[in-house]
């Protein structure tokens, strides 16, 4: 438990070597906090790198100076929510202890925790960031952003090893790559003078021990300590050699401390190994487990791993089924459900795992932390196979709609179709009408449209043999909701006019918010100024009524709104949806948000922005989510705009998504952006085949501004010859040969690029240079390269021919795509994950570092960091890495 330390008293100094730059840094910071410009720093590293040991450090040289206390995340199969905040809140605040205590709203609690932070000069400590729940996520998300009036320096630490692109961390860590009170580091392994330095009087070979070790600390110093004459193949066999030491009575309390966990609180090593002092000093005395306060440690967590994979199937059982046992009877733990869930299944206890999984589900979901409450009711579902049928289908569609939260569609489907199972096998016709309305929902978002469409139907037909009820008018809306999707405006406002009447004669409120925000979104996109105080309704009622997923949905669809209209007015909804969504892990409506929030700055001119937002979504999107297909646009439109390879790859994949389902807002984007992506490269031929079905259809649902885009590109490759009806008005212009009031109605909307377009249809130098130095504004080689070869064929001359102003702009001289790639290769990334990342070949990857390298007149990748950093170029590159916030 986390408490005000004193460990500089604890225990002798510790040697470090090649840690006094970081260490500096550190010290630097809790002096900046301490004089009211709080910190939040992250300490990245492998596994072993000497995280720990650097932060404890740090604690025992403000003793004295500041409040100290640490909390770790656990490597338990499914945390526990805010477990590291429960570990200090004792110390630093106990008010945010009640609250928790007391089961308080989230933003109650985080907000305690802040005000107490501004207080006194304090240092936080977060181990193990790897592990952590999601509220704790949110939670750092919340400080990163908040934590600079404080009077706190809040160090988190993480194996940066162990978290790769999806993993929860890595988000958290993008989203916080711009906060002023926000600093990182990573430690790297020892250089071979270092190990040299350690290996000192050891019999063994400095040189050998360093390639064989990569230089991690903790592997030099556990091959050291074993006291072998050869060296180890695996740090596992150092574990084993260093345990082998122990006496009986100390292994057997070294296995006991292995089933507890990586943090061991001494009364329960007690209870379960029998309480024998001086086998626990052995344990300590040998460096097998340390002391911290009143707690005890592993050294390292794969020291522990080492060890509990030794230990005999039947002993292990033993040893959880008396964790558990313990944990239960003591009023301390009674309450902690996720480690008694997690200590139940692993004694393989049934009865345990249903009550306490289905309590730390209640309680994740509480507490915002979707994922681990899908994680729960999982457990509980692993031995529910005796329930009966009814508690099993309560516990699927839970977990369906958990997974649903959190962009788990293929997980929420299956569980969803489990349960309709279940409801089907108990005649239960109202639930399972119920079920297929939930299950339509869900098949959603794999694009799955026809079945998704099916279900819908077939769960009206049922319901409407049933007497009325709130599930028949969701069932009404869940129809209007199919229509809105498929931009089908007159089915919306039909199928949302009949649930609205069922929702009043039901009094139901959530059927009433989920059908104006169908009818408003269908009204917006059309253009229909009513439609926006609908959803501003739909999303008020939601936020009354606590209802996270509506709120989210009304966000989402103000977004999309946005983005297809050109509505930029609304960019604020779109930024407090992200927030919203990213505070209470809605995963699946963030995704969308970011992925609309990518059309949105490219068609803004933030090209930069666009594509680290679009990458975003790619990255982190399942395959099948039709949220990566607008992502996957905008990504290839800066591309092309850009004049950079690696186009059609990524419209092809928008294609392969969009294509099957067939359904117009999936397929319109797609079938403009390869147009234009057609157009660039000079191919007219391919823009009717690209277009053709896809226009024809946008007139059919008469959508204005798709009408009016694909229009244009049909237009310039001769395909058409005056503007349709109805299309957007700047469109329509620029068909009609109208470019100056075009090019005047795109600037009033805000889009530069699209400007410039239509400046370029000018015979005019003047209008030639004007669009000339704003596609050199953007970085748009491709049309650069027209514009300049126009007024080279009037006989113009001095047509400018060095780097772009965003170019100059930049002290190395880097363009924005060189930026991205250079803040990915500060943050480690080789070439091939960096071409994974941003969608590029390898060979242009290659080809970028090493203009990266000549430019900024360095040798090595290792260079660029510190290069980056005298230019001033650190903001930028931050700025270049920015994901979804």
Same mark, same amino acid.
């Not at 729960?376 to 031995?383: E, G």
């Not at 203009?851 to 005298?870: F, N, P, Q």
């Given at each position: 438990m986390g408490r005000v330390t004193d460990l500089a008293r604890e225990r002798p100094p510790i040697r470090i070597l090649e840690r006094d730059t970081f260490l500096k840094d550190l010290k630097a910071w809790r002096r900046e906090a301490a004089a009211g410009a709080g910190r939040l720093a992250f300490i990245g590293g492998e596994a072993g790198v000497g995280k720990t040991v650097l932060v404890r450090i740090l604690a025992q040289t403000v003793e004295g100076m500041a409040r100290v206390a640490v909390g770790a995340c656990d490597p338990l199969s499914t945390p526990r929510?805010? *477990?590291?905040?429960?570990?200090?809140?004792?110390?630093?605040?106990?008010?945010?202890?009640r609250l928790l205590e007391a089961d308080a709203e989230r933003g109650d609690v985080f907000q305690a925790f802040l005000s107490e932070l501004g207080q006194t000069p304090t240092l936080v400590i977060f181990e193990d960031a790897q592990w952590a729940d999601e509220a704790t996520l949110d939670l750092l998300r919340f400080l990163g952003r908040?934590?600079?009036? !404080? =009077?706190?320096?809040?160090?988190?630490?993480? =194996?940066?090893?162990?978290? *790769?692109?999806?993993?929860?961390?890595? !988000?958290?860590?993008?989203?916080?790559?711009?906060?002023?009170?926000?600093?990182r580091m990573t430690l790297s392994p020892l250089s071979e003078a270092a190990v040299r330095t350690l290996a000192a009087g050891s019999t063994l070979d400095p040189a050998a021990l360093h390639r064989q070790t990569g230089g991690n600390p903790f592997f030099v110093t556990e091959v050291l300590a074993s006291g072998t004459s050869g060296i180890p193949a695996t740090v596992r066999d150092a574990v084993l050699a260093r345990a082998s030491r122990l006496s009986a009575k100390a292994r057997k309390v070294l296995d006991a401390a292995a089933v507890i966990g990586f943090r061991i609180e001494p009364w329960l090593e007690a209870t379960v190994a029998g309480g024998d002092a001086d086998a626990l000093d052995e344990c300590i005395s040998v460096g097998m487990l340390r002391v911290q306060e009143t707690t005890l440690y592993f050294r390292h967590e794969l020291a522990r791993d080492a060890i509990l994979e030794t230990i005999p199937l039947q002993q292990r059982l033993a040893h959880h089924r008396a964790v558990l046992a313990a944990l239960r009877s003591s009023p301390m733990t009674r309450h902690d459900f996720p480690r008694l869930a997690h200590h139940a299944e692993a004694a393989g206890n049934r009865d345990a795992v249903l009550e306490y999984a289905q309590q730390a589900a209640r309680r994740a979901e509480a507490l915002g932390?979707?994922?681990?409450?899908?994680?729960?009711?999982?457990?509980?579902?692993?031995?529910?196979?005796?329930?009966?049928?009814?508690?099993?289908?309560d516990l699927l569609e839970q977990r369906a709609y958990q997974c649903f939260l959190t962009a788990q569609s293929t997980e929420a489907i299956a569980a969803q179709e489990r349960a309709l199972e279940c409801r089907r096998s108990l005649g239960d016709r109202r639930k399972e009408g119920d079920s297929l309305r939930a299950l339509s929902r869900v098949l959603w978002c794999l694009g799955r449209i026809p079945e998704a469409?099916?279900?819908?139907?077939?769960?009206?037909?049922?319901?409407?043999?049933?007497?009325?009820?709130?599930? /028949?008018? $969701?069932?009404?809306?869940?129809?209007?909701? #199919?229509?809105?999707?498929?931009?089908?405006?007159?089915?919306? #406002?039909?199928?949302?006019?009949?649930?609205?009447?069922?929702?009043?004669?039901?009094?139901?409120?959530?059927?009433?918010?989920?059908?104006?925000?169908?009818?408003?979104?269908?009204?917006? /996109?059309?253009?229909?100024?009513?439609?926006?105080? +609908?959803?501003?309704?739909?999303?008020e009622l939601a936020q009354q009524a606590g209802l996270e997923e509506h709120v989210g949905r009304a966000f989402i669809h103000l977004a999309w709104a946005a983005a297809r209209t050109r509505r930029f007015d609304l960019i604020d909804r779109v930024a407090a949806g992200l927030e919203y969504a990213s505070e209470r892990d809605l995963y699946l409506w963030r995704l969308w948000l970011v992925a609309h929030r990518s059309r949105l700055e490219l068609d803004q001119g933030r090209w930069t922005e666009a594509a680290a937002s679009a990458t975003f979504v790619a990255h982190y999107a399942h395959g099948e989510s039709m949220s990566r297909i607008p992502a996957l646009c905008a990504l290839a439109l800066v591309h092309a705009r850009r004049g950079d390879p690696d186009v059609w790859p990524l419209l092809d994949e928008a294609l392969a998504l969009g294509g099957p389902a067939g359904q117009f807002q999936h397929i319109a984007p797609v079938a403009s952006a390869r147009a234009e992506a057609a157009w660039l490269d000079n191919n007219l031929e391919a823009i009717d085949a690209e277009t053709r079905s896809t226009y024809d259809q946008a007139l059919e649902v008469r959508d204005p501004w798709t009408v009016g885009e694909l229009a244009c590109w049909r237009w310039r490759a001769r395909l058409l010859h005056e503007p349709p009806p109805g299309a957007?008005?700047?469109?329509?212009?620029?068909?009609?040969?109208?470019?100056?009031?075009?090019?005047?109605?795109?600037?009033?909307?805000?889009?530069p690029y699209e400007t410039a377009l239509a /400046?370029?249809?000018?015979?005019?130098?003047?209008?030639?240079?004007?669009?000339?130095?704003?596609?050199?504004?953007?970085?748009?080689?491709?049309? $650069?390269?027209?514009?300049?070869?126009?007024?080279?064929? $009037?006989?113009?001359?001095?047509?400018?021919?060095?780097?772009?102003?965003?170019?100059?702009?930049h002290p190395g001289g880097l363009t924005s795509r060189e930026l991205e790639i250079a803040a990915l290769i500060v943050q480690g990334l080789s070439n091939l994950e960096i071409a994974k990342r941003s969608y590029l070949?390898? +060979?242009?990857?290659?080809?970028?570092?090493?203009?990266?390298?000549?430019?900024?007149?360095?040798?090595?990748?290792?260079?660029?960091?510190?290069?980056?950093?005298?230019?001033? /170029?650190?903001?930028?590159?931050?700025?270049?890495?920015?994901?979804?916030?």
């Open positions: 929510p805010l *477990g590291p905040l429960l570990d200090v809140a004792i110390a630093v605040s106990p008010e945010t202890g908040r934590i600079g009036q !404080t =009077r706190t320096l809040l160090v988190v630490t993480y =194996r940066a090893d162990e978290i *790769g692109r999806g993993h929860p961390l890595t !988000t958290v860590l993008g989203d916080l790559a711009t906060a002023e009170a926000v600093r932390a979707h994922r681990e409450a899908a994680a729960q009711y999982a457990r509980a579902l692993r031995f529910a196979e005796d329930l009966p049928l009814e508690t099993q289908a469409d099916k279900r819908a139907r077939e769960a009206v037909v049922l319901l409407e043999q049933l007497p009325v009820g709130r599930e /028949l008018a $969701m069932a009404y809306s869940a129809m209007s909701s #199919v229509c809105m999707n498929a931009e089908n405006a007159e089915g919306t #406002v039909t199928w949302g006019a009949r649930a609205l009447e069922l929702a009043e004669q039901v009094e139901d409120t959530e059927t009433l918010i989920h059908t104006l925000n169908n009818i408003g979104t269908m009204e917006l /996109l059309r253009g229909t100024m009513e439609g926006r105080q +609908k959803l501003e309704r739909s999303l957007a008005e700047p469109y329509a212009l620029q068909i009609a040969g109208e470019w100056q009031r075009a090019a005047q109605r795109w600037s009033e909307i805000g889009c /400046l370029a249809d000018s015979g005019e130098e003047a209008v030639l240079r004007q669009a000339l130095e704003t596609f050199e504004q953007l970085g748009a080689r491709p049309m $650069m390269g027209v514009v300049a070869r126009r007024l080279r064929e $009037m006989g113009v001359r001095g047509i400018p021919r060095g780097p772009r102003a965003s170019t100059r702009a070949s390898v +060979k242009t990857v290659d080809h970028h570092v090493s203009s990266i390298l000549a430019k900024l007149g360095v040798r090595g990748r290792v260079d660029i960091a510190r290069e980056a950093m005298r230019l001033g /170029l650190v903001t930028e590159l931050a700025t270049a890495t920015r994901t979804g916030k």
